[in-house]
């Protein structure tokens, strides 16, 4: 016999966005990985989504569409985090 549990609508939280709290040195390399990208590549035109950048190295990568896959070791910092200090 298998019991199998129903999940009531008001109880599934999949759907909400909560606040993501980045660690300040974790979104200031993201900043400095964005920088390096945009004098690298000055014609860039469409903003990045936000950088997929490894928690320990804090090596990462622009992510410009879709929703990034991450390792476990990995963080997404969005665009609006990393623009907010950047002009």
Do not use: W
Not at 11 to 17: F, K, L, M, P, T
Not at 76 to 82: E, G, L, S
């Amino acid at each position: 016999m298998v019991y199998v549990s129903q999940q009531r609508p008001e109880n599934r939280i999949e759907d909400v966005e909560f606040p993501v709290f980045v660690d300040p040195a974790i979104i200031r390399a993201a900043r400095q990985i964005y920088r390096t990208y945009y004098e690298v590549h000055p014609e860039l035109t469409q903003p990045p989504l936000g950088v997929a950048i490894d928690r320990y190295t804090h090596r990462g990568k622009l992510i410009f569409s879709g929703k990034p896959v991450l390792l476990p070791q990995e963080c997404f910092v969005p665009f609006n985090q990393i623009e907010s200090e950047l002009y």
